[in-house]
């Protein structure tokens, strides 16, 4: 097995929802692990967020399972009822269909990285109960929309 060399990885600057949603998400930066390894089945990133920034918008999945493990650092995981601190060696796994939106955001002073599994569905839908906004995957194709379907500019 190929040791993958972190360190020289990209790093995915922000996020790719559209606006007024991308800006909100803050200082997040990504380096995707399960790209380096040529994972296809599931995904692994190893993020990392700044004072103040967060996740992802608050959302849940129809079809992808994830789980996250905090390596260093302190964030709030929020859900609708409410919200419970993680910190180093703490894990939160989301099972897919189940329709409570979480997020993860960094509360703190200091930055704070954790690693992100995730299922690669060929299809999916995610939700946003906070925003108007939602998330479409058919196949190669990936779209987010107003929850009408209405397209963002």
């Known amino acids: 097995m190929p040791k993958i060399d972190i360190e020289t990885l990209p790093e995915r600057l922000g996020s790719n929802y559209p606006e007024p949603f ?63 601190t993680l910190r180093p060696g703490d894990a939160a796994g989301f099972k897919a269909s189940v329709p409570i939106g979480h997020h993860l955001v960094n509360r703190s002073d200091a930055p704070a990285t954790y690693l992100e599994v995730g299922a690669r569905s060929d299809v999916e839908r995610g939700h946003y109960p906070d925003d108007d906004l939602a998330y479409a995957k058919d196949g190669p194709d990936f779209r987010f929309t107003r929850k009408d379907g209405g397209a963002y500019e």
Do not use: C, F
């Open 22 to 84: 991308a800006t909100r998400v803050g200082d997040r930066r990504r380096k995707a692990l399960g790209d380096a390894a040529g994972l296809t089945q599931y995904g692994v990133n190893l993020t990392t967020l700044g004072p103040g920034a967060m996740s992802a918008l608050r959302h849940w999945h129809e079809h992808q399972d994830e789980l996250v493990y905090v390596v260093s650092g302190e964030l709030a995981l929020i859900e609708e009822d409410g919200e419970v």
